[in-house]
């Protein structure tokens, strides 16, 4: 069962804008990741934010942290035509080791 | 290798027949992780390796599916007497650990296996 749930399903932004999505899950968790897809194939990661952390940077990625609300954000700064992609947010749980995966929010960048 | 390798990339077969698909996990990598991604969809878990432990194989969706990893390396999952419902992209991930508490590592992803079952 996924776990995770992005928000929103799909997003479309020009070139230059940031973009933000959304993650919620249900259980205590150890970790949460965020990997990006192309074209539906192999998933590369993209950050790892642990239970005790509230924000972490990348890059142009920001990722926020809240557990008690039991939710993730995701923010592109400055987006490029290249970020167009699927996003997945993915749980790791205290008691586990294997990855829970939300439906993942498509993000188109326009030129 | 560099990264993460499956095989074959793309597999079209008949209903009722086997397959065997092949993961090759980065070199030192005690972890190994099968998913499957239908369209449109996010990963399932179907089974994890981490070193010499048995398997965890809760993920699996009938009997029709094995993994096995020989020397603590190479993978190769089985769906036997494909059915429709199996075809979907089934991704391998390795890590340089995995288990519960402690601390986690990245998966790094194969490029997957498009699974059609005609």
């Known amino acids: 069962s996924q776990q995770g749930e992005e928000d929103p399903q799909a997003l479309s932004i020009q070139e230059g804008e940031n973009a933000t999505m959304n993650c919620s899950y249900k259980?205590?968790?150890?970790?949460l990741q965020w990997y990006r897809q192309n074209s539906g194939r192999g998933l590369v990661h993209l950050i790892l934010?642990?239970?005790?952390?509230r924000e972490k940077h990348s890059g142009r990625l920001r990722v926020t942290l809240d557990t008690s609300k039991k939710s993730s954000s995701l923010l592109i700064t400055a987006s490029r035509a290249a970020d167009t992609a699927s996003y997945f947010c993915a749980t790791a749980a205290r008691s586990d080791y294997k990855l829970s995966f939300g439906a993942g929010t498509t993000v188109t960048v326009r030129a | 290798g560099a990264g993460v390798s499956q095989s074959p990339s793309n597999k079209v077969t008949e209903k009722g027949k086997d397959v065997e698909l092949r993961c090759d996990p980065i070199s030192g990598h005690t972890a190994l992780y099968w998913y499957r991604q239908s369209l449109g969809q996010g990963l399932e878990f179907l089974i994890y390796f981490q070193g010499n432990s048995a398997p965890d194989k809760s993920g699996l969706p009938s009997d029709r599916f094995s993994a096995e990893r020989t020397g603590g390396s190479v993978s190769t999952l089985t769906i036997q007497r494909t059915q429709q419902e199996d075809s979907a992209v089934y991704l391998c991930?390795?890590?340089?650990?995995?288990?519960?508490?402690?601390?986690?590592?990245?998966?790094?992803f194969g490029p997957g296996t498009r699974l059609t079952v005609l």
């Open positions: 259980t205590s968790i150890n970790n």
């Open positions: 934010i642990r239970s005790n952390e």
């Open positions: 991930a390795s890590s340089l650990v995995g288990g519960p508490g402690g601390s986690y590592n990245e998966q790094f």
